[in-house]
T-cell receptor, first 110, second 114 residues
């Protein structure tokens, strides 16, 4: 099925560092959502974006809806060990289905 | 607990057997979705309901798969004559509204077909 491209595929960082990841699509999306998934669990919603150019924060997380509507970015500041997990972007296409990215696996070392 | 609930959490079955999973959405949510996720991949859309009506099915949903939401509340996903390729995490999500809404996911049912 169709999936969005996320980069990087994985990241290994030191506790306290900032993290940036992005998501791109070949087509326009109407919304961008960011989820975090822990092993054996379902994705948990972090941030939802509804307008091109929108910048939204949730604690140490900040996400932006790209101006072209074909990309989105997620930043995590001052990472902590519980930030470990897989981060997925997702977007609603014109058929109103929520399409998921390929995921960015984040590992945080103390 | 007001979240999306899925049962069972884990299911191990032999090839050729039928399995059924259940999903209870957040109570006021009118839309219910089924996704499948294999190791190292993002969730892939299977089908969704608005109230009791099944509005769309993915090409991934072969004729061995059937989903129902009889009264617009809980939903079941049945896989007949399971194959090893059906092994995956099956995720259910729900949302309120009609378009571009936030989806809230359950913990999933991990299916292993031996």
């Amino acid at each position: 099925g169709q999936q969005l491209n996320q980069s990087p595929q994985s990241m290994f960082i030191q506790e306290g560092e900032d993290v940036s990841m992005n998501c791109t699509s070949s087509s326009i999306f109407n919304t961008w959502l960011w989820y975090k998934q822990d092993p054996g669990e379902g994705p948990v919603l972090l941030i939802a974006l509804y307008k091109a150019g929108e910048l939204t924060s949730n604690g140490r997380l900040t996400a932006q809806f790209g101006i072209t509507r074909k990309d989105s970015f997620l930043n995590i500041s001052a990472s902590i060990p519980s930030d470990v997990g897989i981060y997925f972007c997702a977007g609603h296409d014109n058929t109103d289905k929520l399409i998921f990215g390929t995921g960015t696996r984040l590992q945080v070392f103390p | 607990d007001t979240g999306v609930s899925q049962n069972p959490r884990h299911k191990i079955t032999k090839r050729g057997q039928n399995v059924t999973f259940r999903c209870d959405p957040i109570s006021e949510h009118n839309r219910l979705y089924w996704y499948r996720q294999t190791l190292g991949q993002g969730p892939e859309f299977l089908t969704y309901f608005q109230n009791e009506a099944q509005l769309e099915k993915s090409r991934l949903l072969s004729d061995r798969f059937s989903a129902e939401r009889p009264k617009g509340s809980f939903s079941t996903l049945e896989i007949q004559r399971t194959e090893q390729g059906d092994s995956a995490m099956y995720l259910c999500a729900s949302s309120y509204g009609t378009r571009n809404e936030k989806l809230f996911f359950g913990s999933g049912t991990q299916l292993s077909v031996l």
